[in-house]
């Protein structure tokens, strides 16, 4: 019965050279490949005698992962490496491994330049999957826009960081590698053998200690996202607006109403307010109102406000340029419902404004390092004009 050894390579899978050297220091240790070569990443080795061994990594043009159309080279292709005296051992990437015991093998390739036609392939791959990162980056942001400035007040500045760092990493990588691989390619079409054996030891901290890095980035990323609607986004959590004494420092129903009487219920919407502070955005406020007003006739208005008072004035404006859009719907929504375009308002005092629509109606306006998001039923618009909400709202910041 096999006994399985797992390891992970101290090296990356475009990294040829140092990979052959680490399979056969491991076959001189008693640690064969398995046969199923590197799986996601982990290679499978079983107990032998040790053994010198050489092993070579093969460009191949077939896509590898695990939903790959195919993942072995062709029979005929592994026979024929048979007759030369290797043995296919499995996938790892975009290579074949094939391994040899026998001191007179020839090598695979005995020309550089023919050997540098196998990378051709590769390189249009490693090409395709930046183009793919960089269109996939390019259709999320003409549908959605960005959502940077959002998700760095609601979540805070460190773990946005961390999320762009984490985001950022994989065209960086992938760019590196195809930056390796092209000038391995130019080194074999000047006739320029390429190297089998290479230090891989004293990067091989580094590369795992990016891995773990990545690992648990991710990791703590994905939970995050999952508590992210939680009402633990705040210290002080949603407060029903009876229990809230401090004032608040933007506009309510009561300012649109001054003088009278305005009866909050929370029969049908919640009446709360919900705080937060982060380092780039000291005030937060999400605050959501639904209220009975008598002037002579009894009327219902609903009242959403996003509230942020952030540091600078340059990521106040770019926030609420950000939320205008978010707001609206995104391309494709705006597409299919057909509903009424944002349009900019002239509202004196505020640096940006502008109404939108998307099931109700509101406006995002930005003053200094203020940005805010007010949101409210299409009834409010019997009494003002957008111009003069805005108005309103901004005599109320503070």
Request: hydrophobic share 40%.
């Amino acid at each position: 019965m096999k006994t399985y050894y797992c390891r992970i390579p101290p090296c990356s899978k475009y990294d040829i050279a140092g990979m052959e050297s680490w399979l056969e220091d491991m076959a001189a240790q008693g640690l064969y490949l398995d046969r199923d070569g590197v799986f996601w990443g982990v290679a499978t080795f079983v107990r032998g005698e040790p053994a010198a061994l050489r092993f070579r990594l093969e460009a191949t043009d077939t896509q590898g992962g695990l939903f790959s159309p195919t993942h072995d080279p062709d029979d005929d292709v592994i026979a024929f490496h048979q007759e030369m005296g290797w043995e296919y051992r499995g996938r790892f990437g975009q290579f074949f491994i094939y391994v040899t015991g026998e001191p007179d093998a020839p090598e695979l390739h005995t020309d550089p330049r023919v050997q540098a036609m196998t990378f051709q392939a590769l390189n249009k791959f490693q090409r395709t999957e930046l183009s793919a990162i960089f269109w996939y980056t390019l259709v999320f942001w003409f549908f959605h826009g960005s959502v940077l400035f959002t998700l760095t007040v609601v979540w805070g500045l460190a773990k946005s960081l961390l999320l762009l760092g984490f985001l950022l990493s994989f065209p960086i990588v992938k760019l590196i590698a195809l930056f390796r691989m092209m000038k391995l390619k130019r080194q074999l079409k000047a006739g320029i053998p390429m190297s089998h054996r290479a230090e891989y030891r004293s990067k091989a901290k580094w590369l795992y200690t990016g891995r773990l890095c990545r690992w648990c980035a991710g990791i703590f990323l994905v939970f995050s996202f999952l508590t992210l609607g939680a009402d633990t986004v705040s210290e002080a959590g949603a407060v029903p607006m009876s229990e809230w004494n401090a004032p608040l420092p933007f506009a309510t129903v009561q300012d649109f109403f001054p003088g009278q009487e305005v009866t909050p219920d929370g029969h049908m919407i919640k009446n709360e307010v919900t705080y937060w502070e982060n380092f780039i955005s000291p005030a937060n406020y999400e605050y959501v109102e639904w209220s009975e007003v008598d002037n002579g006739e009894t009327d219902w208005f609903y009242l959403r406000i996003w509230y942020h008072q952030t540091r600078y004035p340059w990521f106040a404006e770019m926030l609420a340029r950000e939320l205008a859009y978010s707001s609206a719907g995104s391309f494709g929504d705006r597409i299919v419902e057909q509903g009424e375009k944002s349009r900019v308002l002239a509202v004196e005092g505020a640096d940006y404004a502008i109404r939108y629509y998307r099931y109700n109606p509101g406006i995002v306006l930005c003053r200094g390092s203020t940005a805010i998001r007010v949101q409210y039923d299409r009834t409010l618009e019997n009494y003002y004009t957008p111009e003069q909400i805005a108005q309103i709202v901004l005599a109320n910041l503070e």
